[in-house]
Structures are given as C-alpha cells and as structure tokens.
C-alpha cells in the first residue's frame, strides 16, 4: 500500500474493521437483540400490546401487526450482521436510522388522527427515539473516516543517509568519498 517510506496515519483502529468504535459494535448487537425480542412478541401475541394499550375494539387484522413484527425482527438480522464492521455496514444503519425517524412520524400522525392512544407511545421511545442518538453518532463517525480517506496525512520518512563502508566502497564511490572529504577541507566529509 504506497510507498515503503510513507505510512498513512490512521484513525482509530479497532479490532472489527478499519476505523471501527469499540461501542458501535455493542449499540448495534443491543439494538439487534431488543428487535428481534419485540419481533418475536409481536409475532407471537399480536394482540396483547393492543390490549395493555386498552385498545377497544381490537384490530380485526391482527396479521398486520405481526407483518410489522417481522418486519423490527429482519432490522434486528440486519443490526446483528451490522455490529461485526459498522463502518463497511453503514447503508444498514442508514436504513434502520430512517425507519426509526419515519416511525415516530406515522405515530404523531395516528395520535392527532385519534387512530392511536398516546399509551402506545411507550413502543415509540423504545423501538425509535432511544436509537437516534447512537445510529446518528455511527453515521456521522462514517461521514468523518470517509471524508478522512478521501485526503489521506501521509507522513514521510525520510531515507537513513548512511555513508558506505570501506568494505562496500566501488571505484566510483570511492572517488566521490575522497571528493567529499577534500572538500570539506578537514577531511571530515559533509553530507
């Protein structure tokens, strides 16, 4: 990768890929693990948040809901295989970001339409709202490396200027060493 004297300067390495967040991994895996729960409960009972909502009368399609469930559950899959490089994984985040900002919007529209009571708002701040904050900070941390690899810091070394042993010294060098020595005028050549 580029010249043997040049080193790129990279930025904060990790043991999941290049310029991964030790937390990014652990967000992501906690986020996969609480949809694929709220899947599976959603799938299993699709009527039971509804009724601890006090939902009345309750929905006559209750196949919709666990359609949602299975929905969260495949963002869970997603967030899983996400945790292992969340840097090369971030069009996952993205997406999972965005669902998580157009759900709270559906909800706000539902309760003013008086389709949905405020109580289901509990799934809300669970499902969505906690999650801004972390799949933002990834995504912007994305931004930063990508804008970062687009104007790579190299930093050059320079090459060690040893003079040639006696030993290793051909006719040519050796006159150029006798030229340099001359020259100096103490017999100590400058380099």
């Known amino acids: 990768m580029g010249h043997p004297e040049q080193k790129l300067i990279s930025h904060m390495p990790s043991e999941n890929g290049p310029g991964e967040v030790a937390w990014h991994g652990s967000v992501l895996k906690a ?3 609480y949809n694929l729960a709220w899947g599976f409960f959603a799938i ?3 009527l039971e948040f509804f009724r601890w909502c006090g ?3 309750l929905p006559n399609y209750p196949e919709l809901w666990q359609c949602i469930g299975m929905i969260v559950g495949v963002y869970g899959v997603g967030y899983w295989i996400a945790a292992s490089d969340a840097v090369r994984h971030w069009p996952i985040v993205l997406v ?3 669902g998580k900002i157009l759900g709270p919007i ?3 529209q539902a309760v003013i339409n008086e389709r949905f009571p405020l109580k289901m708002g509990v ?3 669970f499902n969505d709202l906690i999650w801004w904050v972390p799949f933002a900070m990834i995504l912007l941390h994305v931004r930063t490396l990508s804008l970062f690899a687009a104007r790579p810091q190299v930093v050059e070394e320079p090459p060690e200027l040893k003079p040639i042993s006696a030993s290793r ?3 040519s060098t050796a006159i ?3 030229s340099l020595k001359s020259a100096s005028g103490d017999g100590n050549p400058k380099i």
Do not use: E, K, M, Q
């Open 169 to 171: 010294r051909t006719p």
């Open 55 to 57: 939902v009345d009368p």
């Open 106 to 108: 559906g909800f706000a």
């Open 44 to 46: 299993v009972w699709p």
């Open 123 to 125: 799934t809300i701040l």
């Open 176 to 178: 150029v060493w006798s």
């Open 31 to 33: 986020a996969a693990v």
């Open 96 to 98: 999972g970001l965005l």
